[in-house]
Structures are given as structure tokens and as C-alpha cells.
């Protein structure tokens, strides 16, 4: 094994990186601090701050005929998303509700497609485990929850399966067109862990999800999107049947008829600060290309993987994430049985700000954007140093669980 | 029949007028404006504004150690409308998502306590009768679109009425406690048109929704409200199973198990910067009073409606709204075949900002803490002049729709 970067070889990375400009794109309010929590909530970049700013002027100044503008955004910011991220057509995403509301959505109206059981692994993200046995159950379908999801793919009588493209606890990624042509079953992929971080090629796929606070830096609670494959929208019916969804929304006819196309999948007013902001940080996507952007993470987390590796031996850590960087997004998983006062430890002392998931997992996320091979170095530095000398130990950890 | 105030005894009102302070706080970027569509979208108040740049500091020198605070921002901001807006207790309302989405599920689960038809009037807001008509298919249970609020409340095997307190068209409003009392079926208010402009006095009333963006001035796409009565709390659950609505969130347990009280309404992660600009605007409401709010609107409208009397006879309007301040909201509604093309050119050549409703409708909302009698008298004033003299004829009317 060779020996790992030193400190000047991670700033001469950042030297040779091409998108090492991006990184002055975003406030770094505290320069003692090391983020690498964008995997749960993104910096903000100064001209996501200035779109925001404008937006809320056009409110103040231009009161309700700011709706001339912001009534396109749902379709506008899908359409800029399906091209700079997500590999899919114009009309086929839609910037709008939460992660958990549009898999409702979708996950309900493909089962007017297919007879068969609800299927997901049982390490995805709760909230898609929670919806998917709420709408099993209210369809009187079979709910199975896969040991793993080379199980679930098995499922002989499966309608649907949702997988989580990027795995929020492991960062293990799947091959989406592979999976996606492996399967009979409809499939309904969570974007939220990898979309803005690596490059998704969407192609055939049938449906998607995806939030956007995450690598797309679009805020706290910023708004999800769907994207539903063109060819089959006209034969799915949102079963949230709101005035947005509805063909001539402002005749407010006596009975529900489905817009056409993406359309038909909104519910209520969509939240435009939150768009605004949304189609703001897709700028800097589009500005970097998302193939950059993929490289950026693969060296990042590859850095960070063989500093964990040289350094953190013997201490009690156990990689979770592939070592592949196809096989991985953005963040690194480490299993270690104090994971939780290490966590508050480097958040606390180090002001490392990193995340855990239960039951012993510390994550590490490197937003591609925002974050210099420096970066990733003192942290997995001060991570070292933290745990050689025990100081986790004593650490309060109290702390209710934020995010 | 007395003669109408003059421009002078309208200024004297706004003199008179305990909140006539208020308008200062909001901006007027535009003197000429008169704005009287705050019921589609209500003006934004400079606190709001203060309150938006603060959460966007937040969220770029916080980053995620902001939801220690944003975490509670749905229940807090609950509690507040509660307090200051509904006669609700503490713990019964919940700010998050849609108006269509809080619909969809409070209608949708409390069906799981009763048999029986779900029933709306047909003057009823689109995006209620969708909802319900497809929450009511996809139960199996009776669609009722009644002609009219009294036949709705005597459909004898209804399990659910829905009616808007505030008619979104004519302005009429219900008596909400006594039409409560009325039924035995279990009745889900749409509050939209009411919460801010009047009194709620929700008292045992069951299940309410309704949006912040009108009166409330929280902002376009804001998010809404849902209110559950404490009593049934425990026995509704949600159909949309989110991990925000889960007992122990972060526990990221294998099972859905729905929080205590009303967080269980939650879905996915709220929209935050939404939220803070409307715990901002609740501030203004609890400065005022709901009390006086409301005297001022049923004084707003009043002389309204004296002047359409004295000034618009022969000139073709029907005034829709009840004439009995207790029987409306803060919006009137008069009734002209030419509403349209009287409404583009009150808008394009006269500024006053009002808006339209199919098919013969014409809005003009009175905001109670922006407006002022002397604004009010100017629109009705320029009202007249317009129609008078003809102007609306040969006006642009194809304007999209857009609120």
C-alpha cells in the first residue's frame, strides 16, 4: 500500500481540480468549521441567496401579478433538472411537495398499472418504507420488505419496486439502467441520496423521486420533484386530485379532469421561495456539467477512503461504502460501535460537521461543490486525532437528533 | 337612504381607526396601486420580510445545526395560529404542506370513523371537490355534490361534510359553531378564505384546513394548516405515512407508528422558510386582535358595499355578498356580465388589483391590516368612473388566468 496524501498533496488536488472555482461560489461563514453534512442539508451558494432575496422583492413589489412568472416554475425547474441531472426529457419531471408526498403520489397510481405486491428492501429510507405499507395496505396489496435488494428484485408477483439509488446509510449505488431492464416489475427509484452528487441516466426508467436540500442546495425543506416517463403519464391519475392537477385549472369545473402530461401530478400552490431557490443552485449544476461533478465526488470520497484507510486501522472503524466509486455517491458510511459520541465529539470539538445513522454508522458527505480536497483531509485528520487520543469519550450525548 | 361618505369621511375612519398604524407596516411599493387582491395573495408585511433574510442567514451560517430550531417550527407555528387566529387549543394545529394535501388527509382518514357518504356543496373551492370526489371513489364510498350548503347538511347518511367558512366566491359566511352542532356527520372545514380576516371560533369543531398565503400574508405557496380536534387525534391516522409524522423519527424503526398528537399529520420535511414568514405575519395578527381585525373588515366591506350602492345602480352590478357583516369575510363580490373585461381594465388602466371568478364575478378584497378606508373608497370610486364612462369596453381580456 502506498502512503496516503499529505496535506500538500490534497492542496495540490485542489490546485488541479477543475472545479476548485465553485467552491468561493458559497459562503463558508466559519472557516474553523469543516461541513461535510450537505449530504443532509447543503450550503447555500451566494447566488441561491440573491435569487431569494429577489424573489421575496418580486413578492413585496409585484404583490399577486408575481404569478405570471411563478406559476411556470413546477414545470420550468423540472425541465432544468431532467436535463442537467437526472438524463430524462423536457415535460417529464416536476419541481414540487415533499420526497414522502410524491411517492405517495406515484406509488399509488402505478398500481392502477399492475396487479401484484409493493415491494422495497428493508434498508431504505423510512419514510419510503412507511409510505409504500400505508399504500400496500389501502390497495389491499401485499407489502414485502426485501432482506436486500437483490431480493426484492426477485419478488416473483412484484407491481412495483422502490429502491433508493444511493443507499442513505452504506452510499452504496446501484446501476439504475441495469436494475431498472432486470425487473417486470414497475420500479420507482428515490433519487434524494445521489441526484446533484453523481451523474442519473434516467433513460427508460418508469418513475423517480428526488429531494433537493441535499446536493442540490436548495434550502431546508426546499421542494422534492417526480419524474414519471412520458409514455406512461397519460395512464397514471395522481390520487391527490388538486386544483394544480386539474386540465383548465382557473375554469374551476364541476368535476376533476387530469391536466395533461407532468402536470397532472401537482396537488396544491407550490411553494415558490423554495423553487426559486431550487432553480438558482441548478445553475451551478449546468455551470459544472454533472459528469464533473461525479468525478469531483469519486476523488473526494477516494481520498477520504484511503486516509481512513492508512490512518484509522486499529481503531475500531469498518468501511461500509464500496471502494468502486461507480458502486458509491458522495458520502462515506463508517461503522464503529462509539459512532455516536464520536459524531458529537467531532461536531462539538472538532467542528467537523458530520452525521450518524442508527445504529453505529458515521457518515461523512463530500458535496461535491462546496467541498476542497483540504477539506476532506482535516477531517478525516481530526477525525484520527480525535479517536487516537479518546477524546469522544465524555462527550455529551444528550443531544435530541436533528437531521 | 343617506348619502355615501366622501373622500374626507373616509380619510376620517382611517383617523378613527385603532389599526390604521398597521399600514405603515407594510410596504407600498406603489402609491398609485391599490391593492385588493390580498385574498389571493395577501401583501408581505415588513416583519415578514426581516424574518426571511434572518432565516436565510440561518440556513447559510447555520447550516444543519438550524433545524435545532426548525424542527419545532410546524407545531410552534400550529400553536400560534391556534391561539391567535381559530379559538383552537394547544396541540390541534399543525403548519405544513397544501391545503389540498391537509385535505386529502384529513378526509381520507376520517373515513376510518364513520360509514356513510362524503358530501361538499357544489359552490365549494375546486380543489375540495376534487379531493373529496376521488378520496370518496377511492373508499368506496357516495359522492354527494349538493346545491347548496343546507342540502349538503341534510344528506342523511353523510360521514363527512366539507364547507368553506368563507365562500371563496360570493364572500358569504357560515356560522361555524351552529352549522357544527347541525350535522351529525363530521364536518372538515376549509378555513382559507376566513383565517386572519375574521374570527375562527372552532371550539368542538372536529377537522379544518385552510391556507396562510391569502389573508395570513405568509407568502405565495406558504404552507397551510391542519386542524384535529384533541379528542380525535389518536384514533385518525394518516394515508400519507412520512417519517415526520413517525413516534420516533430518527429511530428510523422498521415499522410506521404514528406520533402522538397532531405531529402524526406531518409527512415529509417542512418547507422552513415558509414557515418562518408566517410565525412573522402571526405576530402582526396577535399584535392586533383577531377581534379588531375582524371590525375593521366588516367596516372595510361595509362602506364598500354603501358606495356600490349609491355609485354603481343601473350600471349593471349585483352585489353577491350578504349585506349582514356576520354573514361575510373580508371580500365582497358583485356580479357584472362584463366582470372580466371590467376586471382587466380596473387592473391595466387603473390600477386597482382585484380579481375575477367565473363566469360573472368580480373580487375585491379588503385586507384588514394593509388597507385603508381611503384606498377603499378611491377602488370603488375608480370603479365607477371606469364603468361610467366605458373604459373597460376594448380592453385586452386575453390576459392568462393566473390566480
Chains 1, 2 share one sequence.
Not at 442539508?41 to 412568472?69: F, S
Not at 414519471?228 to 386544483?243: A, F, K
Not at 456539467?289 to 477516494?302: D, H, M, Q, S, V
Not at 462527550?395 to 435530541?400: E, G, L, N, P
Amino acid at each position: 500500500m502506498t502512503a496516503p496524501p499529505d496535506r500538500r498533496a490534497a492542496a495540490a488536488l485542489d490546485a488541479g481540480d477543475p472545479l476548485t472555482s465553485f467552491r468561493s461560489r458559497f459562503p463558508h461563514p466559519d472557516p474553523a468549521r469543516l461541513y461535510l453534512d450537505g449530504n443532509s442539508l447543503g450550503p447555500m451558494a451566494r447566488g441561491v441567496e440573491e435569487r431569494m432575496h429577489a424573489t421575496i422583492e418580486a413578492w413585496r413589489d409585484d404583490q399577486v401579478e408575481g404569478w405570471a412568472d411563478w406559476v411556470a416554475l413546477p414545470t420550468r425547474v423540472g425541465d432544468r433538472l431532467a436535463q442537467t441531472c437526472l438524463g430524462a426529457r423536457p415535460g417529464e419531471v416536476l419541481a414540487t411537495d415533499s420526497v414522502t408526498v410524491n411517492l405517495f403520489k406515484l406509488a399509488h397510481a402505478s398500481l392502477d398499472l399492475r396487479d401484484g405486491a409493493v415491494v422495497t428492501d428493508a434498508a431504505n429510507f423510512p419514510t419510503d418504507r412507511y409510505v409504500l405499507a400505508a399504500v400496500a395496505a389501502s390497495r389491499g396489496r401485499r407489502f414485502v420488505l426485501a432482506g436486500s435488494v437483490t431480493e426484492a428484485l426477485a419478488v416473483p408477483d412484484a407491481a412495483l419496486v422502490c429502491l433508493s439509488h444511493v443507499d442513505y446509510r452504506s452510499g452504496r449505488r446501484l446501476d439504475l439502467p441495469a436494475v431498472t431492464r432486470a425487473t417486470d416489475a414497475m420500479v420507482l427509484w428515490d433519487l434524494s441520496h445521489s441526484v446533484g452528487a453523481v451523474s442519473v441516466d434516467l433513460g427508460r426508467a418508469d418513475l423517480a423521486v428526488g429531494c433537493t436540500y441535499k446536493y442540490l442546495n436548495a434550502g431546508p425543506g426546499a421542494p422534492a420533484f417526480l419524474y414519471v416517463r412520458h409514455e406512461l403519464q397519460d395512464s397514471l391519475v395522481s390520487p391527490i386530485q388538486g386544483w394544480f392537477g386539474q386540465r383548465d385549472q382557473f375554469a374551476m369545473g364541476p368535476t376533476y379532469e387530469p391536466a395533461d402530461g407532468i402536470e397532472r401530478f401537482m396537488a396544491g400552490t407550490p411553494p415558490i421561495l423554495g423553487l426559486a431557490a431550487l432553480d438558482a443552485s441548478l445553475e451551478l449544476v449546468a455551470d459544472a456539467g454533472i459528469a464533473a461533478i461525479e468525478r469531483k465526488a469519486a476523488a473526494l470520497t477516494g481520498m477520504a477512503i484511503e486516509l481512513a484507510d492508512a490512518w484509522l486501522e486499529g481503531l475500531g472503524f469498518e468501511l461500509v461504502t464500496p471502494r468502486e466509486p461507480g458502486e458509491r455517491g458522495a458520502h462515506i458510511a463508517l461503522r464503529h460501535p462509539e459512532a455516536w459520541p464520536i459524531c458529537r465529539a467531532l461536531i462539538e470539538r472538532e467542528r467537523v460537521i458530520v452525521d450518524f445513522r442508527q445504529p453505529d454508522i458515521l457518515r461523512m458527505g463530500f458535496s461535491p461543490l462546496a467541498t476542497s480536497f483540504v477539506e476532506a483531509w482535516d477531517a478525516i485528520d481530526r477525525l484520527r486525532r480525535l479517536v487516537t487520543a479518546g477524546d469522544h469519550r465524555g462527550v455529551d450525548t444528550s443531544a435530541r437528533r436533528i437531521t
